[in-house]
């Protein structure tokens, strides 16, 4: 059984940080490029970041270079997405994804499988 559990999330300060964890079982997550996208109230989800499956190749969007950093831990099956200089339009449910192609992707529809989102709150 695939699952993909996100993690860490919460009400942050604008201007801190926040670590997001995505743990991963039931597929072979190291040879599966990992993203993060997410998704505010009204807005459709957008991607945020992805990582190859060595964790050797990394994309941002506009949004999140800078600030954000993706990595993977092939051991522990997890992917993590450290966010700094948070923004309050940075609020949003956080959601990972895994994609079993070897190019990385920010199209959504790419993805093969997905987590059930964690909030991250960023108060102004």
């Known amino acids: 059984q695939v699952q993909l559990v996100e993690s860490g999330g919460g009400l942050v300060q604008a201007g801190g940080s926040l670590r997001i964890s995505c743990a991963a079982s039931?597929?072979?997550?190291?040879?599966?490029?990992m993203g993060w996208f997410r998704q505010a109230p009204g807005k459709e989800r957008e991607f945020v970041t992805t990582i190859s499956w060595s964790g050797t190749n990394t994309y941002y969007s506009d949004s999140a270079k800078g600030r954000f950093t993706i990595s993977r831990d092939n051991a522990k099956n997890t992917v993590y997405l450290q966010m700094n200089s948070l923004k309050s339009e940075d609020t949003a449910v956080y959601y990972c994804?895994?994609?079993?192609?070897?190019?990385?992707?920010?199209?959504?529809?790419?993805?093969?499988?997905w987590g059930q989102g964690t909030q991250v709150t960023v108060s102004s």
């Open positions: 994804a895994a994609d079993s192609s070897f190019i990385m992707s920010d199209n959504p529809s790419r993805y093969n499988y």
């Open positions: 039931g597929f072979a997550f190291g040879a599966y490029a």
